[in-house]
């Protein structure tokens, strides 16, 4: 083994356990019930532009998400959206936050193969209330060292993070995606590992680092424990 790793991140929302279906069914909803009240051809663009605006204001998560649609709503519809249309959008997102936790092909596998190997540390970011429930229904919450629910994942939160195990540079992130868990984690002087989904929300799709030496790209969680034991 040429590469000693100190510690191993996971992302958690769609890397774990899927997340960003349940995203883009609302959305659907959200067009159908907006629809027959305004002329804008672009509902889909204008929610987007808020939930890129708002992200300062609400974060990351389900709630955010309501309250982008709300607004948006209230944009396109020039205020006169009617309150049953509101009441809906605000079902739909309570609907999301009770939704039961599916976890994606190979998560526990991955996360016992990694905990062989080095401190496995979940780094999520979203609202804290909805991500400790999606933690504690999914089942892997006792497989983790630590756990991190932050607000946004930038590479000076991944250096405090690995900062306690022995630095950055010597640490993983795995994660589905390239502008929130990889690149990032790379820019910290860690490595970065992508592991894709076959969906992905249009504000986390970033560059790929093609021939950095601290990225690599498995095609699904089955590949990490053969990626580990070949690599470190």
Same mark, same amino acid.
């Given at each position: 083994?040429?590469?000693?790793?100190?510690? @191993?991140?996971?992302?958690?929302?769609?890397?774990?356990?899927?997340?960003?279906?349940?995203?883009?069914?609302?959305?659907?909803?959200?067009?159908?019930?907006?629809?027959?009240?305004?002329?804008?051809?672009?509902?889909?663009?204008?929610?987007?532009?808020?939930?890129?605006?708002?992200?300062?204001?609400?974060?990351?998560? @389900?709630?955010?998400?309501? *309250?982008?649609?709300?607004?948006?709503?209230?944009?396109?519809?020039?205020?006169?959206?009617? =309150?049953?249309? @509101?009441?809906?959008?605000?079902?739909?997102?309570?609907?999301?936050? %009770?939704?039961?936790?599916?976890?994606?092909?190979?998560?526990?596998?991955?996360? %016992?193969?990694?905990?062989?190997?080095?401190?496995?540390?979940?780094?999520?970011?979203?609202?804290?209330?909805?991500?400790?429930?999606?933690?504690?229904?999914?089942?892997? =919450?006792?497989?983790?060292?630590?756990?991190?629910?932050?607000?946004?994942?930038?590479?000076?939160?991944?250096?405090?993070?690995? =900062?306690?195990?022995?630095?950055?540079?010597?640490?993983?992130?795995?994660?589905?995606?390239?502008?929130?868990?990889?690149?990032?984690?790379?820019?910290?002087?860690?490595? =970065?590992?992508?592991?894709?989904?076959?969906?992905?929300?249009? *504000?986390?799709?970033? %560059?790929?680092?093609?021939?950095?030496? %601290?990225?690599?790209?498995?095609?699904?969680?089955?590949?990490?424990?053969?990626?580990?034991?070949?690599?470190?």
């Amino acid at each position: 083994m040429s590469k000693t790793l100190c510690a @191993i991140g996971f992302d958690a929302d769609d890397t774990l356990w899927h997340n960003e279906r349940f995203f883009k069914l609302t959305q659907e909803r959200f067009t159908e019930l907006i629809t027959p009240h305004t002329d804008h051809k672009n509902i889909d663009n204008l929610l987007l532009k808020a939930e890129q605006r708002n992200i300062g204001h609400y974060g990351f998560g @389900i709630k955010g998400f309501v *309250l982008s649609m709300i607004e948006t709503a209230l944009d396109v519809t020039d205020k006169r959206v009617p =309150g049953e249309v @509101i009441a809906s959008l605000i079902k739909a997102g309570q609907d999301m936050l %009770r939704h039961p936790i599916d976890l994606l092909p190979y998560a526990e596998e991955a996360v %016992r193969a990694a905990k062989k190997l080095a401190p496995v540390v979940l780094i999520t970011k979203g609202d804290l209330l909805d991500q400790e429930r999606k933690l504690a229904q999914s089942g892997l =919450g006792e497989l983790f060292d630590t756990i991190e629910i932050v607000s946004d994942k930038k590479s000076h939160v991944y250096s405090r993070i690995y =900062g306690p195990f022995g630095g950055v540079q010597n640490g993983m992130m795995i994660g589905n995606s390239m502008k929130s868990d990889v690149l990032p984690m790379i820019d910290a002087g860690g490595f =970065g590992v992508y592991v894709p989904h076959e969906m992905a929300w249009n *504000l986390e799709i970033a %560059r790929t680092p093609l021939g950095h030496p %601290r990225y690599h790209e498995l095609v699904d969680l089955s590949a990490l424990s053969e990626f580990l034991e070949k690599e470190f």
